[in-house]
């Protein structure tokens, strides 16, 4: 079982819908990242979080230290939010990565 | 622009060369990070270092090496070429030495024939 563990692998979505992405992990943790990955390859880095929530533009991002689990929430999804999302966790200055979501957002 | 850069942007050599990739952190940032993003294997933590330390290592295969020059530009050395190794190579950059906020550059493909 992979130490982090990103659901769904695959989201469509229409344009306007709001979009959660899930990350669950398994191993003790000082940061979580989520990261997006464009089809061109280049990589931003959206959030790091070590507790609670934070909120960029659309963009919501929340943490469960207790549950391990945090979500990435996209609120008036749009076209140009297509790519992938990735979630990462900083583990005894290690980094594990999920094998990402896919998000694609029809006009 | 996330201030990070890398050279070159793409590279291709045979099994068995040896290559170096070369990335130049964020201006004030310590800390550079590289990443290797296979299709097989995803993203996988390679090394860290700081202020011209190694910091920390995850699986980085003994064929590769890394090192920050005083400059804190730094380069990733990757010998003996296998085909599996091709792949895109990232560095990113941040401020502290603890996990922070990362900036990452735009990758380097590598592709093994």
């Known amino acids: 079982k992979n130490e982090v563990e990103q659901s769904p692998q695959n989201l469509t979505a229409q344009e306007g819908e709001f979009i959660t992405i899930n990350c669950s992990y398994s191993v003790g943790i000082s940061a979580l990242h989520w990261l997006q990955q464009h089809p061109g390859g280049g990589i931003v880095s959206l959030f790091m979080l070590s507790s609670g929530k934070k909120k960029h533009g659309r963009l919501i991002a929340t943490i469960n230290i207790q549950e391990k689990h945090s979500s990435l929430h996209i609120t008036a999804s749009h076209p140009r939010d297509s790519a992938v999302y990735i979630c990462?966790?900083?583990?005894?200055?290690?980094?594990?990565f999920g094998a990402g979501t896919r998000l694609t957002v029809k006009p | 622009d996330s201030g990070v850069t890398q050279t070159p942007k793409h590279l291709i050599t045979a099994t068995g060369q040896r290559v170096t990739l070369r990335c130049s952190p964020r201006?004030?940032?310590?800390?550079v990070y590289w990443y290797q993003q296979s299709l097989d294997q995803g993203l996988q933590f390679l090394i860290q270092?700081?202020?011209?330390?190694?910091?920390a290592k995850g699986n980085i295969l003994e064929r590769f090496s890394a090192q920050q020059f005083p400059d804190l530009h730094s380069e990733l050395n990757l010998s003996s070429l296998e085909l599996g190794d091709s792949a895109l190579y990232f560095c990113?950059?941040?401020?502290?030495?603890?996990?922070?906020?990362?900036?990452f550059g735009p990758g380097t493909r590598l592709t093994v024939l």
């Open positions: 990462a966790v900083n583990n005894n200055n290690d980094m594990r």
């Open positions: 201006s004030g940032d310590l800390s």
């Open positions: 270092y700081y202020n011209g330390e190694e910091r």
């Open positions: 990113a950059s941040s401020v502290w030495r603890e996990g922070r906020e990362q900036f």
